[in-house]
């Protein structure tokens, strides 16, 4: 059995759980550290101990895939909050040289965040001034960047004069600061690579836009990637929270010498153009990005594919999830679910392996599909499923399905039991919860101004029992042609309503 070590970028069950769950399914034996060592939230993992606990279990392996925002910073919201110069994050990148010199044969496999621009005036997992200006800070992003690379009109530009007279210049100062020292670290990741102290690099940009200090970073990685020459062993794309099961994913092929090959379905013409909520390109473009990272390949007709990804795109323009009981005609109009299922029929009926990107709709799944999912009887007969957060989210966590599916040669999704549930975890949290309970519940908080969904401290108790009642409602109502399926011990792991862990029993 192929051993896989695997340093994750947080502790949430999308990175520490979900990616060994599919390299498990397929064989692989995945080691991860626990989650007392990698932090929670905004504590940061204590990267020496995850450090030592590496080069300790490194020897046993011959693959690692690692998160360098864990190693340097101590994960995910540490990498955009913390105050650690550019000569310290230096030396604890440095220390991959350690581990390739100890471990000349592993293969290492990491990856490192471009840090993102949150568009929200919330400081849950950013600092604490963008509770007043983050709004303002993106704003000034986007502008700026704007203004460098093409031109504003005249109102943008009073709009940027009035941006950088409304934003405290400290504040300023401390994030376009701590951009630079990140980036410092990500070109420096670069130069790793190049001297084969890392085999291959995926560089994931974190909620992007079309301008901004994202695209600025992206702009001076790509220019550096162009000197070095590695532009074969490196990888830039929207994403975040996929590329564990991603990279998982892209061992899983590399293991058993597999190149599966991916036909791409829409459900709407324009689909493939439509530029996603918080990504820089379109779909089409994250699709193929998706295909290509986890080592599979596009083909042009669906009887040459291995996995068929059908995705279920937005007519014209994305909105969120919690929105779409009062989405334009655009969602019936410049899209056909109809035909797009009757399409999905057909695949299955002549023994395709189909997974389904649900990403109509950001943050949740498309009531609507899921409906006609399961009056045709079709959620057991597709292999992979999702719908959350963003659509690189999706996207990777459901062509990493796919993969699974096809290394192990499944026809049925029902024939392996930890796939299975991968699939129907997906489906209750995407479409269950995000779609559903947990717009009723933010509704419900945002009532009651004493509570803060992003805060919820001494609540936690309430409302994660709470989330189990309504979702377990939900399942009963919607998914009982799938037998006896319910969630147990819901837990809230970053104490906020947006991200869910829980026991899925089936049977």
């Known amino acids: 059995m192929t051993r896989v070590i695997y340093i994750p970028l947080d502790e949430r069950h999308c990175n520490l759980i979900l990616p060994g769950q599919i390299g498990a399914t397929a064989g692989l034996e995945v080691i991860t550290p626990g989650a007392d060592i990698i932090g929670q939230y905004k504590m940061r993992g204590n990267a020496d101990v995850v450090w030592s606990w590496l080069i300790d279990n490194a020897p046993r392996c011959k693959y690692a895939v690692i ?11 540490r990498s955009r909050k913390h105050s650690m110069t ?9 220390r991959i040289k350690r581990l390739r010199e100890s471990n000349p044969d592993l293969v290492i ?3 490192m965040l471009i840090m993102r621009t949150s568009n929200m005036n919330n400081n849950s997992e950013d600092p604490d001034y963008w509770l007043d200006y983050g709004k303002k800070m993106w704003s000034l992003s986007y502008l700026s960047d704007k203004k460098s690379r093409t031109f504003l009109h005249d109102l943008e530009e009073k709009q940027l004069k009035s941006l950088e007279k409304a934003i405290p210049q400290e504040h300023i100062d401390d994030y376009t600061g701590r951009r630079k020292n990140n980036l410092e670290i ?3 990741a670069l130069e790793m690579l190049k001297n084969g102290y890392i085999d291959e690099l995926v560089i994931p940009k974190d909620d992007n836009s079309e301008y901004g200090y994202s695209t600025k970073d992206n702009e001076a990685i790509l220019a550096e990637v162009s000197r070095l020459g590695i532009a074969h062993k490196v990888m830039i794309y929207p994403g975040t929270d996929e590329v564990g099961s991603v990279l998982m994913a892209r061992i899983l092929n590399r293991v058993n010498d597999k190149k599966p090959r991916v036909f791409v379905c829409y459900s709407s013409t324009l689909g493939p153009q439509i530029i996603a909520k918080y990504e ?7 699709v193929k990005c998706q295909i290509i990272s986890s080592g599979c390949i596009t083909v ?8 068929i990804l059908m995705v279920n795109s937005p007519g014209t323009e994305m909105i969120e999830a919690a929105e779409q009981s009062s989405s334009d005609q655009t969602y019936s109009n410049y899209r056909n679910l109809r035909e797009f299922i009757e399409r999905l029929k057909f695949y299955i009926d002549h023994g395709s392996r189909c997974i389904i990107a649900d ?3 950001c943050n949740g799944a498309d009531n609507e599909l899921m409906d006609l999912l399961v009056s045709e009887n079709l959620l057991d007969k597709i292999h992979g499923y999702g719908g959350w957060n963003t659509t690189s989210n999706t996207l990777g966590v459901v062509i990493s399905q796919g993969v699974a599916s096809c290394n192990l040669g499944l026809m049925s999704i029902r ?13 209750i949290e995407d479409w269950a919860f995000q779609a559903n309970v947990l717009k009723n519940i933010v509704t419900d908080l945002a009532k009651n101004k004493k509570i803060d969904n992003y805060n919820l401290d001494e609540h936690i108790g309430s409302i994660s029992e709470r989330i189990s009642t309504e979702v377990n409602e939900f399942i009963g109502n919607e998914l009982t042609t799938l037998g006896s399926i319910k969630v147990g011990d819901v837990r809230l792991p970053w104490g906020r309503t947006f991200d869910i862990d829980y026991d899925l029993i089936i049977g």
């Open 67 to 77: 998160s360098l925002d864990m190693l340097v910073y101590g994960g995910l919201v």
């Open 86 to 94: 550019t000569e310290e994050c230096s030396e604890r990148l440095k």
């Open 109 to 111: 496999i990491a990856y």
């Open 186 to 188: 990500n070109l420096q």
């Open 280 to 286: 820089d390109r379109p779909i089409n473009e994250s």
């Open 300 to 307: 042009d007709s669906s009887v040459d594919a291995d996995i």
């Open 359 to 361: 990403i109509a709709y």
């Open 415 to 427: 024939s392996n039991n930890e796939l299975y549930k991968i699939h129907m975890y997906k489906t």
